[in-house]
């Protein structure tokens, strides 16, 4: 099984909300990842979280703050956010094992910011 | 730094006809390279995986890869496209990142591919 989980499939909110987009995996993957895709666009690295812990910041603004409370799960928690900011967000997961390693993605949440 | 070049922005096909996407890297060392598809709205899929081995590697839905060090390319074949497989493609080339875990993927810009019936 290669299934990546993500709630909820569509997300609306204003600019003032706070909301939280969540990730799931049963696979046993110690390495997960929050990309955002642009219509049109290929996804773009956003956070890598291995054994839990933030492996890679690809200079995202604070806006957007990720969490993983345990190897399992993945947040996304979202506060004050831009109408630029509306995209896919997909979920990824990975074994983590360097030579071998291959990423599994989620549906993603499709978000509009008005 | 890693970098991937699909060169064709939109390929369109008659169905039952053969498939080739192009795929370039530029990478100092063994790439790792991927082929994943894409249907509107959906996640991405993954079709197949280069590690090492044999340069030619197989993947689902009747998907086969080629990969040629001497020409920095990893280019996606199917013999006889079906309708379905109308999508978006995307190559990728995966770097580990040692110094905290997981891996980084680049992504190519993608292939549109439209299937004529």
């Known amino acids: 099984d290669t299934e990546v989980t993500q709630t909820p499939k569509h997300l609306v909110m204003g600019m003032t909300n706070k909301k939280s987009l969540k990730c799931e995996q049963h696979m046993g993957h110690r390495a997960m990842y929050w990309y955002k895709q642009k219509a049109k666009k290929p996804p773009e690295l956003m956070f890598v979280y291995s054994y839990e812990k933030l492996s890679i910041n690809e200079s995202v603004p604070s806006r957007f703050s990720p969490e993983c409370p345990n190897s399992s799960l993945l947040n996304l928690h979202l506060h004050a956010l831009q109408p630029e900011d509306s995209a896919l967000y997909l979920c990824?997961?990975?074994?983590?094992?360097?030579?071998?390693?291959?990423?599994?993605f989620g549906p993603g949440t499709r978000l509009t910011v008005l | 730094a890693q970098s991937v070049t699909q060169p064709d922005i939109h390929i369109t096909v008659s169905e039952g006809a053969s498939l080739e996407l192009r795929c370039n890297y530029s990478y100092g060392a063994t790439p790792y390279l991927f082929w994943y598809v894409q249907s509107p709205g959906q996640g991405l899929q993954l079709l197949l995986k280069y590690f090492s081995g044999d340069t030619l590697v197989q993947g689902i839905k009747g998907f086969e890869a080629e990969f040629k060090r001497s020409q920095s390319s990893f280019n996606l074949r199917k013999p006889s496209v079906h309708w379905s497989d109308a999508a978006e493609y995307f190559c990728a080339v995966g770097v580990y990142f040692r110094a905290g875990g997981g891996n980084k993927l680049t992504f190519g810009t993608g292939t549109q591919l439209k299937v004529e019936l």
């Open positions: 990824a997961s990975s074994q983590d094992s360097e030579g071998q390693d291959t990423q599994y």
